[in-house]
């Protein structure tokens, strides 16, 4: 991995030069603060280590007379939503997921380790959904949502009951990294441990009537939400130049796999696109471990308190269900109880009869028709969708700490020399930040606070690898996670753990680290293999480092 990471620090000195040309790349602070302090730069670096610490507005937001939207949207996400039809955070339902953001980002960090038995997703915390898929062709399962609800309003019923859901943690006996032993040369040990997700098919409303076929359940953890505004300002010609260098490195033979899907022949591929709400303009994909979304503002946020929550918006006037579009819907309509119920909750819904489609003497057929209607009516105003994106694009990351410890500085020239930085590329230079929407609901450049020719430390190169871990994630490919800011997980959730990758299968940095050589396979085995072989000092340095940024 050495000589991978100096083929992209040779072939990088190119690409920052081209990323600032229109701006001034930032240099050490006169009071002896190095640049890499600044985690977000100068508009994006808040200053706060406490237990709020990932919850501050940017300078940008300041700066830029944002405040009052962007306190707007830090009550829409902190707030949980209720299943009454009208108000403030009205509309939740008639099946969700969590009841509010904050219930899968505690502190607005990522979602608390998950423990052993119950799926509780009921109390704040459990950021950790499900994936149902095919084992087969590691395709969702369509009689499934891509993020299952598990929760409904009466008289409608959960597609998915949690409380038959069980957690099971099991521990790896093997590491190639360290030669299939659990422990270090000097003695200390580590564990490996990954989660099975139990779902009988009894906790599946309506399996009767779906063809199941084989499936099978994993976990995937929430991301962490600040300083995404300023990976939505990196360009997209540098994240497309970083895909071309690494596809260089593979073909070197540096890396093990290649997703030729996104990325092949010097040729960005799969572009994120939205031709219902937008005009089907492609852009470079940047968001969530499988990439599969584009800009901030089309992304996992503005898709989450949607799909979530089910609160409908004037762009998107439909439930969220299953994949397929109407197994949930057929099976409702079918349901003795939901359709005794469902007269008195239609009459709260549409008490004016605007929806005549909803009000025929067949109560199956309206039940259908409400579940499956494109024009639903509006419960988050635009305003309140604004003011959400807003803070969601302003939400700075904290700056570096520890910064002057000798053991952090230590550390972080062995992240560099180990090659850990290869793929946690430490920093990138944004752009003019110009915003783009493929929702097309944002079209000009005064809708968001922008963070425009900054140089910034996310630790992540935006690009897709393969760790090949025990009961991994679907598909394998996951997207570099970005680690500023992970160090303050506990400080600001009072997470037993750390709660590392993608299923908070790692409690701690350490066996985060040894994850990524599970397996001879894995891209990042000959960096873990160099940490394993560190004297303790040099890897306690290293994690003192990682959990510094």
Same mark, same amino acid.
């Not at 993608?502 to 001879?520: F, K, L, P």
């Given at each position: 991995?050495?000589?991978?990471?100096?083929?992209?620090?040779?072939?990088?000195?190119a690409?920052?030069?081209?990323?600032?040309?229109?701006?001034?790349?930032?240099?050490?602070?006169?009071?002896?603060?190095?640049?890499?302090?600044?985690?977000?730069?100068?508009?994006?670096?808040?200053?706060?280590?406490?237990?709020?610490?990932?919850?501050q507005?940017?300078?940008s937001?300041?700066?830029?007379?944002?405040?009052?939207?962007?306190?707007?949207?830090?009550?829409?996400?902190?707030?949980?939503f209720?299943?009454?039809?009208?108000?403030?955070?009205g509309?939740?339902?008639?099946?969700?997921?969590?009841?509010?953001c904050?219930h899968?980002h505690?502190?607005?960090?990522?979602?608390?380790?998950?423990?052993? *038995?119950?799926?509780?997703?009921? #109390?704040?915390?459990?950021?950790? $959904?499900?994936v149902?898929?095919?084992?087969?062709? !590691? /395709? +969702?399962?369509t009689?499934?949502?891509?993020?299952?609800q598990?929760?409904?309003?009466?008289?409608?019923?959960?597609?998915?009951?949690?409380?038959?859901?069980?957690?099971?943690?099991?521990?790896a006996?093997?590491?190639?990294?360290?030669?299939?032993?659990?422990?270090?040369?000097?003695?200390?040990?580590?564990?490996?441990?990954?989660p099975?997700?139990?779902l009988?098919?009894?906790?599946?409303?309506?399996?009767?009537?779906?063809?199941?076929?084989?499936?099978?359940v994993?976990?995937?953890?929430?991301?962490?939400?600040? *300083?995404?505004?300023?990976?939505? #300002?990196?360009?997209?010609?540098? $994240?497309i130049?970083q895909?071309?260098?690494?596809? !260089? /490195? +593979?073909?070197?033979?540096?890396?093990?796999?290649?997703?030729?899907?996104?990325?092949?022949?010097?040729?960005?591929?799969?572009?994120?696109?939205?031709s219902?709400?937008?005009?089907?303009?492609?852009?470079?994909?940047?968001?969530?471990?499988?990439?599969?979304?584009?800009?901030?503002?089309?992304?996992?946020?503005a898709?989450?308190?949607?799909?979530?929550?089910?609160?409908?918006?004037?762009?998107?006037?439909?439930?969220?269900?299953d994949?397929?579009?109407?197994?949930?819907?057929?099976?409702?309509?079918?349901?003795?109880?939901?359709?005794?119920?469902?007269?008195?909750?239609?009459a709260?819904?549409?008490?004016?009869?605007?929806?005549?489609?909803?009000?025929?003497?067949?109560v199956?057929?309206?039940?259908?028709?409400?579940?499956?209607?494109?024009?639903?009516?509006?419960?988050?105003?635009d305003?309140?969708?604004?003011?959400?994106?807003?803070?969601?694009?302003?939400?700075?990351?904290?700056a570096?700490?520890?910064?002057?410890?000798?053991?952090?500085q230590?550390?972080?020239?062995?992240?560099?020399?180990?090659?850990c930085?290869?793929?946690?590329?430490?920093?990138?230079?944004?752009?003019?930040?110009?915003?783009q929407?493929?929702?097309?609901?944002?079209?000009?450049?005064?809708?968001?606070?922008?963070?425009?020719?900054?140089?910034?430390?996310?630790?992540?190169d935006?690009?897709?690898?393969?760790?090949?871990?025990?009961?991994?994630?679907?598909?394998?490919?996951?997207?570099?996670?970005?680690?500023?800011?992970?160090?303050?997980?506990?400080?600001?959730?009072?997470?037993?753990?750390?709660?590392r990758?993608?299923?908070?299968?790692?409690?701690?940095?350490?066996?985060?680290?040894?994850?990524?050589?599970?397996?001879?396979?894995?891209?990042?085995?000959?960096s873990?293999?160099?940490?394993?072989?560190?004297?303790?000092?040099?890897r306690?340095?290293?994690?003192?480092?990682?959990?510094a940024?």
């Open positions: 991995m050495k000589k991978y990471y100096f083929l992209l620090c040779a072939l990088s000195v690409l920052v030069a081209c990323d600032i040309e229109n701006g001034e790349q930032p240099t050490d602070d006169p009071q002896g603060l190095p640049e890499w302090y600044y985690a977000g730069g100068e508009l994006g670096t808040a200053f706060l280590a406490t237990s709020n610490a990932l919850e507005p940017a300078p937001v300041e700066n830029g007379h944002w405040m009052e939207s962007f306190k707007n949207g830090e009550a829409i996400f902190e707030k949980q209720m299943s009454n039809i009208s108000g403030t955070r509309g939740l339902g008639p099946v969700y997921v969590r009841a509010s904050l899968c505690p502190g607005y960090s990522h979602g608390e380790s998950v423990e052993a *038995g119950k799926y509780n997703t009921e #109390a704040v915390g459990n950021g950790t $959904l499900l149902i898929y095919d084992p087969a062709t !590691e /395709a +969702y399962k009689w499934a949502a891509g993020m299952p598990l929760h409904a309003v009466e008289p409608f019923k959960a597609p998915i009951d949690p409380s038959q859901i069980t957690i099971e943690w099991k521990v006996t093997a590491c190639a990294a360290s030669g299939d032993k659990m422990a270090f040369a000097d003695g200390e040990t580590f564990e490996l441990r990954y099975e997700v139990h009988p098919k009894e906790a599946i409303y309506g399996y009767e009537q779906l063809n199941l076929g084989d499936y099978k994993k976990l995937e953890n929430t991301i962490g939400i600040y *300083g995404t505004g300023l990976l939505d #300002a990196i360009p997209e010609d540098s $994240l130049a895909w071309a260098l690494e596809e !260089e /490195a +593979y073909q070197a033979g540096h890396l093990k796999h290649w997703n030729s899907a996104m990325f092949e022949g010097g040729v960005y591929k799969n572009y994120y696109s939205n219902r709400q937008g005009d089907g303009t492609k852009y470079v994909r940047r968001y969530t471990y499988a990439m599969s979304r584009g800009p901030l503002l089309d992304a996992a946020g898709n989450a308190i949607w799909n979530i929550t089910n609160v409908t918006r004037s762009d998107r006037r439909y439930h969220y269900l994949l397929a579009g109407t197994n949930y819907a057929t099976i409702s309509s079918k349901d003795p109880e939901v359709q005794a119920g469902f007269p008195a909750y239609i709260k819904v549409d008490p004016n009869k605007e929806h005549p489609e909803w009000w025929t003497d067949n199956e057929q309206n039940i259908y028709n409400y579940l499956t209607s494109t024009s639903l009516p509006v419960e988050m105003t305003d309140e969708y604004a003011d959400l994106m807003v803070w969601h694009r302003g939400l700075a990351v904290p570096v700490r520890n910064i002057h410890d000798e053991k952090v230590k550390g972080k020239d062995l992240f560099t020399q180990i090659g930085a290869t793929c946690h590329r430490p920093s990138w230079t944004t752009g003019p930040d110009y915003i929407d493929p929702n097309k609901f944002f079209t000009r450049n005064n809708d968001m606070p922008r963070f425009p020719y900054q140089k910034i430390w996310p630790y992540t935006m690009v897709q690898h393969k760790l090949c871990m025990e009961n991994d994630i679907r598909t394998g490919w996951c997207r570099t996670t970005p680690l500023w800011g992970r160090g303050l997980h506990q400080k600001c959730t009072g997470d037993a753990y750390e709660a990758l993608h299923d908070t299968r790692a409690r701690n940095v350490v066996e985060a680290i040894m994850w990524h050589g599970y397996s001879s396979e894995s891209d990042a085995i000959e873990t293999t160099n940490f394993y072989n560190l004297p303790k000092a040099d306690d340095a290293i994690v003192a480092f990682i959990n940024i």
